[in-house]
């Protein structure tokens, strides 16, 4: 990727400004960039070249204890910032290049369900999002077809539509073994979509299994925004700026955004301006740069009249029951992505003492440093010498995952604050996060972990073991600056324009409303393309600087 022979200077004024290059951000530069607008992306990572990717190497699952591990505070690499979690039962995780954190995710490629967009009406609790599930439907399939979705069509948990583009990847022996005991128990179970190609599509190579797919695919098989979206908006004329560490985003005396100062890896500091900015940084990343942008006009953060900017902040909880089995399973067989997964238990029955629910999966245990890497903060003598050797003799290639991604309700104390005392390498204040597992969060994931030990049980597993919450396992960072009809209880309208600064965009996880109990990037880049889209056939309404 390092050799793409687009490299232009950019404009002193774009008409938009993106910042981000992950996965919404990659969506808005493509569809401006193919729509004529003359735009710039500042993106504080690079990019990453698959050469560097080590999951067909003998040291992969060494270097994912460190170089490859998802938590910047961990990995700490020149392009990452630190992040306080020390009031935080989850660990934020998070990837600093183009393409964003598609580089490092598992590549679980789900929808949202009708009753996510409405959980107040249903439920009682949270709010409503501006439009349903019929409104989306329709970017969600054009999602499907950019990203190259492999999977099977009419899941029962979902309404009719359009199928998916590739054909699923194979659920394996360790699948297999799964969907026996989901059969004895009469429980809803299908093969998982992912976004990571079973055959070849476009420049794409089907996946050859590695299961790697969380430290970065050498395959090119899985479908990270840096394939999927940059090359066609470079391509169409887009400027990407690497290396970029955005530290305000700029407003003129009319209240309109005019673009964004950032600090470039020689340490100067530049301001690259712009007509209509678009952020695109994530749930944290997001909420940090608008508190950032502190001014008089804006004492509390840009776009904060509602005092919501950061909080509601929302990480999807994760609980996991691993069963052994006598059998060779092959877990050790990628990809990492979702062999099968069940929505049975997804739905609010009040008889449970908890609403809402969770979305199930099935991943593989890896290799033979798979558990260690995977489950951290076991005391040593559990996983290294002696236990070591009787553990992989025991459970390599014999056990697989359950995993439960709880639905995580909004709450305004879990939140993103500016550190006072913490900085990233450029000076520039770190987030802060507060984050606490609310009372329904521990119920409703008691509850799955119990049905989840008697699926393994149902499948013949000799044993189970439980991690009741997983430290490293908020891969998804919502609604710190959420979407809403009401400016004194929103910070961004449906389409993700701030009611505060009128030509200034949030397209990426802050601005959900709820936070679903599936994996989120599907609906993150369906609901970019649906803002980006808004804006591009409003152009001639739009508020710009200048």
């Known amino acids: 990727m390092t050799d793409l022979p687009f490299k232009r200077s950019a404009p002193e004024v774009a008409d938009v400004l993106v910042i981000g290059a992950g996965a919404s951000g990659s969506v808005a ?3 401006l960039a193919e729509n004529g607008f003359s735009v710039v992306c500042l993106e504080q990572g690079d990019w990453t070249p698959p050469s560097t990717f080590v999951g067909d190497k003998p040291e992969w699952e060494l270097q994912r204890q460190k ?25 934020p995780l998070m990837y600093s290049a183009v393409g964003g954190s598609t580089i490092l995710y598992a590549a679980h490629w789900c929808r949202f369900a009708p009753s996510d967009f409405r959980v107040r009406s249903l439920d009682g609790v949270a709010d409503d999002w501006p439009f349903d599930y019929a409104e989306l439907q329709p970017y969600y399939e054009r999602m499907d077809r950019a990203v190259g979705t492999s999977g099977l069509g009419d899941d029962p948990a979902y309404p ?20 026996e005991g989901m059969d004895k128990l009469g429980w809803h179970w299908w093969p998982g979509p992912n976004s990571i190609a079973s055959r070849t599509h476009g420049d794409r190579s089907p996946c050859v299994r590695y299961g790697a797919c969380l430290t970065g695919c050498p395959q090119g098989a899985k479908a990270s925004t840096d394939l999927t979206h940059w090359p066609q908006a470079l391509a169409a004329g887009a400027v990407l700026v690497t ?29 690259q301006k712009a007509g209509v900015v678009i952020l695109a940084a994530n749930g944290v990343g997001t909420a940090r740069l608008l508190q950032l942008s502190r001014s008089q006009a804006h004492p509390d953060g840009l776009a904060n009249s509602s ?3 950061g909080k509601r902040l929302m990480m999807h909880p994760y609980g996991a029951v691993v069963g052994t089995y006598e059998d060779d399973l092959e877990s050790w067989i990628g990809p990492s992505g979702q062999a099968i997964q069940s929505m049975q238990f997804y ?8 609403v809402r629910g969770a979305k199930w999966n099935v991943m593989p245990t890896g290799g033979p440093l798979g558990m260690r890497a995977g489950y951290g903060g076991r005391p040593v003598k559990e996983s290294w010498g002696a236990n070591f050797h009787r553990n992989v003799k025991a459970n390599m290639g014999r ?25 990233d390498s450029d000076g520039i ?10 009372e329904n969060t521990s119920k409703l994931i008691d509850f799955h972990i119990a049905r989840a030990v008697e699926a393994h049980e149902a499948a013949g597993a000799v044993s189970t073991s439980i991690t009741r919450l997983m430290r490293d396992c908020g891969w998804h960072l919502l609604g710190t600056a959420r979407m809403g009809d009401d400016a004194a209880t929103s910070v961004v309208d449906q389409w993700g324009r701030a009611h505060d600064v009128p030509n200034l965009y949030v397209i990426d996880g802050s601005i959900f409303v709820t936070s679903s109990g599936v994996n989120p990037t599907a609906t993150i880049m369906a609901l970019a393309l649906r803002c980006v889209e808004h804006l591009i056939a409003e152009r001639r309404n739009q508020a710009v600087a200048g």
């Open 160 to 179: 009719p539509g359009a199928g998916f583009p590739l054909p699923p990847l194979p659920i394996g022996k360790f699948g297999r073994k799964a969907a």
């Open 307 to 309: 005092g919501l900017v």
């Open 67 to 91: 170089t490859w591990h998802p938590n910047p505070n961990v990995r700490s690499g020149p392009s990452d910032y630190p992040v306080d979690t020390s009031d935080s039962d989850v660990n």
């Open 347 to 354: 739905e609010t029955d009040e008889s449970r003492g908890f």
């Open 399 to 423: 056990s697989f995952e359950w995993g439960i991604i709880a639905e995580d309700l909004p709450d305004e104390a879990n939140r993103v604050v500016l550190d006072p005392t913490l900085t």
């Open 429 to 438: 204040a770190a987030p802060k996060i507060v984050y606490k597992s609310s």
């Open 29 to 31: 530069v493509k569809e």
């Open 243 to 271: 290396g970029a560490r955005v530290k305000e985003i700029t407003v003129d005396a009319k209240g309109l955004a005019t673009g964004a100062v950032y600090v470039d890896r020689t340490g100067v500091e530049r301001h």
